[in-house]
């Protein structure tokens, strides 16, 4: 299998290994995991769910990419328990990768409602991914869609997964097991925030970004939503906190900033 990948494939992984290990934030990690394997695997949308310790989704850990919040919300709330990558959790006690067209026969996949209504509707007929295990439990997946002219996943693309799985996987258990930290310090401020101008989840995530200097743009890039979604959200922040600017914004948060 070594032979599917050339020598600059090689390089490529191991710069994207030295980049994931350099994350320390658990909130920015699946995001930057979805984007990094975008370099070797081309896919149309995907996602990366983390788990709480009760086998949950951790909607403000998890992340997506190219996929609307109309779509992110139909995923968590309706489809993800009619999805068929769950007949692989069962497989395995470890860290897997999975292929869509190798869970089930093609015949019959095609007339699962997952591949009736949310498949074949948003055009991503075709999916592929890393069940991550860590001592027995399922603490995250990442799963990516192609659409028909990128067709099916090939086993390059399995190759690469295989051979990033268990670093992924590893990657993350130590973020979940560690506090959140971003810098040196956690950034109370920001929780603070948030309670005291009563916002909303999506609202202090926009904030943590505004927190870091991102622009609106940069936001819905990382956010995997629209520009126009990300205005809404800073307009409703600036108003809740009594300002009109991100200056006036930013001497709020210092003030709130031990």
């Not at 370099?39 to 990366?48: Q, S």
């Not at 990419?65 to 992110?72: F, G, N, Q, T």
Request: aromatic fraction near 12%; hydrophobic fraction near 35%; include cysteine.
């Amino acid at each position: 299998m070594d032979n599917l990948l050339k020598e600059k494939d090689w390089l490529t992984i191991n710069d994207i290994l030295l980049e994931m290990y350099d994350i320390e934030d658990i909130l920015v990690y699946p995001q930057q995991i979805l984007r990094i394997f975008r370099v070797l695997i081309p896919y149309t949308k995907g996602y990366f769910l983390v788990f709480d310790t009760r086998g949950n989704i951790d909607e403000q850990k998890s992340a997506f990419l190219e996929m609307s919040i109309k779509e992110c919300e139909t995923y968590v709330r309706t489809f993800y328990e009619k999805d068929y990558i769950k007949y692989t959790f069962d497989l395995s006690k470890n860290t897997i990768t999975y292929r869509d067209t190798d869970i089930i026969e093609e015949e019959y996949r095609k007339k699962t409602e997952f591949y009736q209504m949310f498949l074949e509707p948003n055009e991503i007929p075709y999916g592929a991914g890393i069940v991550l295990r860590r001592h027995g439990k399922n603490i995250g997946i990442v799963n990516f869609f192609r659409n028909e002219d990128l067709g099916d996943f090939q086993d390059k693309d399995m190759f690469i997964l295989s051979v990033l799985k268990s670093h992924v996987a590893h990657i993350l258990s130590r973020l979940l097991e560690q506090p959140r930290m971003t810098g040196k310090e956690e950034r109370t401020y920001i929780t603070e925030a948030a309670g005291r101008f009563g916002l909303s989840y999506r609202e202090q995530e926009v904030l943590e970004k505004i927190d870091e200097g991102l622009s609106n743009a940069q936001i819905a890039d990382q956010m995997g939503i629209s520009i126009s979604t990300v205005k809404k959200h800073v307009y409703h922040i600036f108003e809740k906190a009594g300002v009109n600017t991100r200056g006036q914004l930013r001497k709020v948060l210092n003030d709130l900033d031990p």
